[in-house]
């Protein structure tokens, strides 16, 4: 095992992320950590990087004990400046300007000899820089294993103990040879094992819950039919099976026949206590003469949280007699959920409110006393895939394309009415069938129908209609933070057009979005 010791940067998790992908068991544990507390010896330690100076009055720094172990040490930027300071306290500066953005390394040659950290590796390579302070001088007992044209110390190691710093982030995909670097280390240096696997996580994270759910608790979780609370469910359901309740709330906005596949998915495929509460009543009067998309999203969060936990009452009420209370509250919370909310920049600002996470659970957790529990956090969407997969969820709803909490919602512009909701639900069916008919679905990372009440002119049957236009979108994109229209070939779009206009009533237009985000979003409110 790799022990990663966080000061807090926002890269930290990423490096557990690439140790996991080189098949590498590691934890990441907070700075703070105490080498006596610690049960187990760790093969090598790596100081993440962090948004403090060394010099800050509580400026984190780890136990000198983890010092003295024996094991090797690799430190990323703010590890580096600890690595330093620990040896001689003078040797960091507050950078005159702070470094952020791709630079090329250069590894420096030894007898010939690259250093073992650099081997295998280009003799210049890209790597991402992000800090403000940097080293003035090296530390006793080191030598320089890297630079770049403004750090003359972007690598350092010491010369008999297996210590380094490294002042650049290996672990972000801006450093492309990154991942090498820390195989380099935790393989070729530390001699760790490749043997960690996703099923290896799947059977540490159910013993886990077990251990912190106890005996007798309950857990409640929101299910929407996405992968992320389907597989947080899955998990559940194999770590406390029957005492894992999942609820399921219909908004009235949810794709087509949704509720049914929901349903059979979680009690048919995956054997889990299911409630669905049905609020299509609820939701849809609601919403009506609503036309703006934040008052849209804040309605249907707040009357979510009320539906939900109405039913949560009835299923405390209704527990079996040896059952203890319902005390814990799951969220399927994703990694990169967890980056946005902890970013120390400060919150990014709202572009839409779902991006600030934790908003809905609040309410949940403190009116009621439950406890957060979530399984993925440390999770990215592949990776949440795959567990689904091991948990034998099958690949249709792994793969299943995200779909907003807010749902057909905010993909009908301005107000939505029963009528709206049911021709954005047909035209959305009939495209994502054809897509997934022309076996393109899993090329696509988000595809769905939108509706546009402005109508348009048409001609039928050779009578003039007055009707809505579907708008179609379909993007491709790894982080959602980005995306490109998905390049459909035309014939297809044809194909979908006449379909849609032949079989939605009210549809005369359909229209393709080509725009990428930025500027566009992904959904079109
Ligand atoms: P945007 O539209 O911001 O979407 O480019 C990025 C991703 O977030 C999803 N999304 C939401 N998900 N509640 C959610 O649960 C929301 O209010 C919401 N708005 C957007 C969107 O579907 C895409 O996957």
């Known amino acids: 095992t790799i022990l990663t010791l966080d000061f807090g940067s926002q890269y930290s998790h990423l490096i557990t992320r690439r140790l996991r992908e080189l098949q590498i068991y590691s934890e990441m544990l907070p700075c703070t950590q105490k080498l006596a507390d610690l049960s187990w010896k760790p093969k090598g330690i790596i100081f993440s990087g962090g948004p403090y100076s060394v010099y800050d009055k509580d400026a984190p720094h780890v136990d000198p004990a983890f010092f003295e172990l024996g094991v090797p040490i690799l430190g990323i930027c703010y590890g580096l400046q600890e690595i330093a300071w620990h040896e001689s306290k003078t040797n960091v500066i507050a950078g005159s300007e702070r470094e952020y953005g791709h630079a090329g390394v250069k590894a420096q040659r030894c007898g010939g000899q690259v250093d073992r950290l650099f081997d295998g590796l280009e003799d210049e390579m890209t790597v991402w820089m992000s800090h403000g302070d940097r080293l003035s001088q090296l530390p006793e007992s080191f030598r320089v294993i890297a630079t770049t044209s403004n750090s003359p110390y972007a690598g350092i190691a010491h010369e008999t103990k297996n210590m380094y710093g490294i002042q650049f982030h290996p672990e972000v995909t801006h450093t492309p040879r990154g991942t090498k670097l820390l195989e380099?280390?935790?393989?070729?240096?530390?001699?760790?094992?490749?043997?960690?696997?996703?099923?290896?996580?799947?059977?540490?994270?159910?013993?886990?819950?077990?251990?912190?759910?106890?005996?007798?608790?309950?857990?409640?979780?929101?299910?929407?039919?996405?992968?992320?609370?389907?597989?947080?469910?899955?998990?559940?359901?194999?770590?406390?099976?029957?005492?894992?309740?999942?609820?399921?709330?219909?908004?009235?906005?949810?794709?087509?026949?949704?509720?049914?596949?929901?349903?059979?998915?979680?009690?048919?495929?995956?054997?889990?206590?299911?409630?669905?509460?049905?609020?299509?009543?609820?939701?849809?009067?609601?919403?009506?003469?609503?036309?703006?998309?934040?008052?849209?999203?804040?309605?249907?969060?707040?009357?979510?949280?009320?539906?939900?936990?109405?039913?949560?009452?009835?299923?405390?009420?209704?527990?079996?007699?040896?059952?203890?209370?319902?005390?814990?509250f799951l969220q399927g919370t994703l990694y990169p959920d967890v980056i946005e909310s902890i970013s120390f920049k400060g919150p990014s600002a709202t572009i839409k409110t779902h991006h600030n996470v934790g908003g809905l659970p609040k309410r949940m957790t403190e009116g009621q006393g439950l406890k957060l529990i979530e399984p993925l956090r440390e999770l990215f969407k592949d990776e949440v895939r795959d567990l689904g997969r091991k948990l034998g969820i099958n690949h249709e709803l792994v793969m299943r394309h995200p779909f907003p909490g807010p749902g057909i919602a905010i993909r009908i512009l301005g107000e939505v009415t029963p009528e709206r909701v049911e021709i954005a639900r047909k035209a959305d069916h009939i495209f994502i069938s054809m897509i997934r008919e022309a076996g393109l679905y899993d090329q696509i990372s988000q595809a769905f129908a939108a509706l546009d009440p402005s109508k348009a002119v048409g001609v039928m049957g050779d009578k003039r209609v007055y009707q809505y236009i579907i708008i179609l979108r379909a993007v491709q994109t790894t982080d959602f933070m980005t995306a490109k229209a998905f390049p459909f070939p035309f014939d297809f779009l044809d194909q979908v057009s006449t379909r849609i206009v032949n079989e939605v009533d009210g549809v005369c237009r359909v229209v393709y979005d080509c725009t990428s985000k930025p500027p566009g979003t992904i959904e079109l409110e």
Do not use: Y
């Open 184 to 328: 380099n280390f935790s393989v070729g240096i530390c001699k760790a094992k490749r043997e960690w696997s996703m099923e290896d996580f799947m059977v540490q994270e159910i013993a886990r819950i077990r251990s912190l759910v106890g005996e007798k608790d309950q857990v409640l979780g929101a299910v929407s039919g996405g992968v992320d609370s389907t597989v947080a469910a899955a998990l559940m359901k194999e770590a406390i099976g029957d005492r894992f309740h999942a609820v399921l709330v219909d908004n009235g906005v949810m794709r087509l026949n949704e509720c049914a596949i929901v349903k059979e998915t979680l009690e048919g495929h995956l054997g889990i206590n299911l409630t669905v509460a049905n609020g299509t009543e609820q939701f849809l009067s609601g919403l009506k003469g609503v036309t703006e998309p934040e008052a849209k999203r804040k309605f249907i969060g707040g009357k979510f949280i009320d539906m939900f936990e109405a039913e949560a009452e009835k299923i405390e009420v209704g527990a079996a007699k040896d059952a203890g209370k319902v005390k814990w």
